[in-house]
């Protein structure tokens, strides 16, 4: 009877151990769990590239490197125009308020301005009272 108590006792053992390295695991990926999922997806989306690249290509070396540099320029060259239109943007607005053409009331009373203040959970007046 011992015996069998004694095979529990170990499993259990076993369980708690695994459990806790487990969490110890988990809090120490924690910060790139977000970094490894998105890893995860591009890896799974670029994949037939890759496969078709080494089908065509004489070298799995040299088809890794045009799968990278075919995502680099398909991620980059969208993202340098996103940034060059923000660049603009921002510029605008730094004449526009330099000039007096634009206030913060300006800004605040936008609809749009509304929307993201409410949907963020704070108000324009709280960003006013927190600028003075």
């Excluded at 390295?21 to 998105?38: E, K, R």
């Excluded at 340098?80 to 004449?95: D, G, K, P, R």
Aim: hydrophobic share 55%; aromatic share 10%; proline share 4%.
């Amino acid at each position: 009877m011992s015996e069998g108590g004694g095979i529990l006792q170990k499993q259990l053992w076993h369980l708690g151990v695994l459990l806790g390295v487990s969490a110890l695991l988990f809090f120490v990926l924690q910060p790139f769990i977000l970094t490894i999922f998105f890893a995860i997806v591009l890896a799974i989306a670029l994949h037939p590239l890759f496969i078709f690249l080494k089908r065509h290509v004489v070298r799995e070396t040299l088809a890794s490197l045009l799968t990278i540099l075919i995502a680099l320029v398909g991620a980059g060259v969208p993202l340098y125009f996103i940034a060059a239109q923000v660049a603009e943007e921002s510029i605008a607005v730094y004449q526009r308020v330099g000039a007096g053409t634009l206030s913060f009331s300006d800004i605040t009373e936008h609809p749009t301005s509304q929307r993201l203040t409410h949907l963020l959970g704070f108000s324009p007046e709280d960003i006013t009272s927190g600028l003075g």
